[in-house]
């Protein structure tokens, strides 16, 4: 399948009843529709997705239980979101560190005599000249 065609998603009620009664065609689909969304993504995101994907299905296959592997899989994401928002975080304290000493040199350069010492230069004598 072409990275520009969409796979419909198909309704709970279906997709329920096909991992019931045909596991093999569930997950074969389930594929299919994970395959044809790293696809369609920009070129440069690809190889993260299916890293990203590499772990969920590893952590699915080591799994004893499906409820087993959704907590890890929740944990996982949670572990990934934390990352994300103190990366977040910290570019923000930058941010405001960058401003907030902005501020300061404006600060100082609209009052300079408040916190500077004006330093006389005079012109040398044509007999100071070595």
Request: charged residues 25%.
């Amino acid at each position: 399948m072409s990275a520009r065609q969409r796979l419909e998603l198909p309704s709970h009620e279906f997709l329920s009843q096909l991992a019931r009664d045909d596991p093999q065609a569930y997950e074969a689909f389930r594929g299919e529709l994970l395959e044809n969304f790293i696809d369609s993504a920009p070129a440069r995101l690809q190889p993260r997705l299916h890293g990203i994907q590499f772990r969920v299905d590893s952590v699915r296959r080591l799994s004893r239980s499906a409820l087993g592997s959704t907590v890890k899989i929740y944990e996982l994401m949670w572990e990934s979101f934390l990352c994300l928002n103190q990366g977040w975080q910290s570019t923000l304290r930058m941010k405001n560190e960058y401003e907030n000493s902005q501020g300061s040199m404006s600060t100082t350069e609209s009052h300079p005599g408040a916190s500077a010492r004006i330093l006389e230069f005079r012109p040398r004598s044509p007999h100071d000249r070595k």
